[in-house]
């Protein structure tokens, strides 16, 4: 499993760690379905050139083909590398689909539906959720 160089390579990237586990999780940017060049990409800003990280669209710098945020990120795979409770240190490559799954929310003490990426420990089947964080 390769890792990234930079954050310029990922469309996400994340670390998550709590007193049993810990998992870093990162998607490579995926290649223009249309020109097969370019790796697809948040449309830029013309004046800062920096990206337009709240844009619902991903647009290759190539052809300027472009594609919407839900769809696109569908077809991405996220790889996976883990350390489990259990000891088990691992890696596993999954679908970057994010589910609505029930969470306990300590600060509120209620349960909630938040999105997250779901995949289970190779050795013990413990249940590991990525959420994404909220603000």
């Not at 097969?36 to 619902?56: F, Y």
């Not at 999954?94 to 999105?115: I, L």
Request: hydrophobic share 25%.
């Amino acid at each position: 499993m390769r890792e990234p160089k930079s954050m310029d390579e990922c469309v996400y990237f994340t670390k998550r760690k709590d007193s049993e586990s810990f998992a870093k999780v990162w998607v490579f940017k995926g290649q223009c379905p249309e020109c097969k060049i370019g790796l697809m990409g948040k449309p830029r800003d013309s004046k800062t050139g920096r990206a337009k990280i709240r844009s619902n669209d991903y647009v290759c710098p190539e052809c300027n083909y472009t594609a919407e945020k839900s769809k696109y990120e569908e077809t991405l795979t996220a790889s996976i590398q883990y350390e489990c409770k259990c000891g088990n240190k691992s890696g596993i490559e999954v679908p970057f689909k994010r589910k609505k799954v029930m969470r306990f929310d300590e600060e509120d003490q209620k349960k909630r539906s938040v999105d997250a990426l779901v995949f289970n420990c190779s050795k013990c089947d413990q249940r590991f959720l990525i959420t994404k964080k909220m603000k």
